[in-house]
């Protein structure tokens, strides 16, 4: 993975702004998503989304829904634009960050 110690993440987003996506029917958090200042800005703020699909409901578009969200939320917080990466065996979130 990319951070080796949990205190490195939280280090990361600790300036960014947290979002979860909650099943109506049974208030279960079903995602999440972070909008982080990325790290790899230079002279205006740029989003770093990081999003999380609770494994039992993958394959139901939610990821395409959190990075539309983040998209929209960048926006509204006057984000200059948003830096997306991710590991290249996640062919899941490789077809969203394609599709937006």
Do not use: H, W
């Not at 993975?1 to 205190?7: A, L, Q, R, S, V």
């Not at 991710?86 to 969203?96: L, R």
Request: proline share 1%; hydrophobic share 40%; with cysteine.
């Amino acid at each position: 993975d990319e951070y080796t110690e949990e205190k490195e993440f939280m280090e990361e987003i600790s300036d960014g702004f947290q979002f979860a996506v909650m099943d109506k029917d049974s208030g279960e958090m079903v995602a999440a998503f972070i909008l982080a200042i990325s790290k790899y800005s230079r002279g205006c703020q740029v989003a770093d989304p990081f999003i999380v699909v609770n494994k039992a409901y993958r394959g139901r578009r939610l990821g395409s829904l959190c990075m539309n969200l983040c998209v929209q939320f960048a926006e509204k917080l006057n984000f200059m634009g948003i830096y997306c990466d991710t590991f290249s065996n996640n062919t899941a979130m490789i077809k969203i960050i394609e599709s937006v």
